[in-house]
């Protein structure tokens, strides 16, 4: 006997449960990747200076933040236990330490309110989280895969970021007598992703070293400094005292 089939039949739960776990494996091999090439980036450097790298914090957490794109978002800002329907996992892989926790409109409502209509929105999304310091903030546009390659290109080029400035900010420092603690300070908000802090910190240091030197008050004074450029251009300043350079 033959029987009609059943038009209204529905994915299960379980469906929608295996789904959102596949997701979140992919999710933690991705970062995973992100962090191991991260890794392999900083090999051979000397033990203090890995140290110093960001993504050795002890306290790292990353956020994968579900709106119309996906955000990956590392920081070592301090966030509340878990709680509901969010899920958190904890992992590792070569001396990289960090908490994956999960948010989309069901766990975080706010989420769905984000309008990305016209791209990513990077602070908007940091702001429903409540993230202040952002190490790194990746997307996934719709229709991307969590590619282990992406990750990979990703996380080493972070790591050469992340040396380049333990190395500037170390020549900074050991040329701005006087002014180590703003340095400390300066390379304090790199890390917390600070702009205009960076900017006027910069400045303050310039200013305490080479007042007769404008170049970082000039490039301070935009209205979105670029970081690199602030910190490079100090420590060309710095650089000059030490050759006794640009003194009139």
Do not use: C, K
């Amino acid at each position: 006997m033959m029987t009609e089939p059943d038009e209204d039949v529905q994915p299960q739960p379980a469906d929608g449960a295996r789904r959102a776990e596949g997701m979140r494996a992919a999710m933690a091999d991705y970062v995973r990747s992100v962090h191991r090439a991260y890794a392999s980036g900083a090999a051979g450097q000397p033990p203090a200076v890995r140290g110093r790298l960001r993504l050795y914090d002890p306290g790292l957490t990353v956020l994968a933040a579900g709106a119309r794109n996906l955000h990956v978002v590392a920081t070592t800002d301090r966030l509340a236990p878990p709680s509901g329907q969010e899920v958190a996992l904890e992992d590792e892989v070569e001396g990289i330490r960090w908490t994956l926790r999960f948010f989309d409109p069901v766990v975080l409502p706010e989420l769905g309110l984000v309008d990305e209509s016209d791209g990513p929105a990077y602070l908007p999304v940091r702001r429903v989280l409540g993230v202040s310091t952002a190490i790194y903030h990746l997307v996934v546009q719709p229709g991307a895969s969590l590619s282990g390659h992406q990750a990979s290109h990703a996380g080493a080029g972070l790591a050469m970021d992340h040396l380049a400035d333990v190395r500037d900010f170390e020549s900074i420092r050991s040329r701005a007598r006087g002014a180590e603690a703003l340095v400390d300070e300066l390379e304090g908000a790199a890390a917390g992703g600070l702009v205009r802090a960076q900017a006027l910190l910069a400045v303050e240091v310039a200013q305490q070293v080479a007042p007769w030197d404008d170049r970082v008050a000039v490039l301070a004074a935009q209205v979105r400094p670029d970081p690199v450029e602030l910190r490079r251009t100090l420590l060309d300043v710095v650089r000059g005292t030490s050759r006794g350079a640009g003194r009139g």
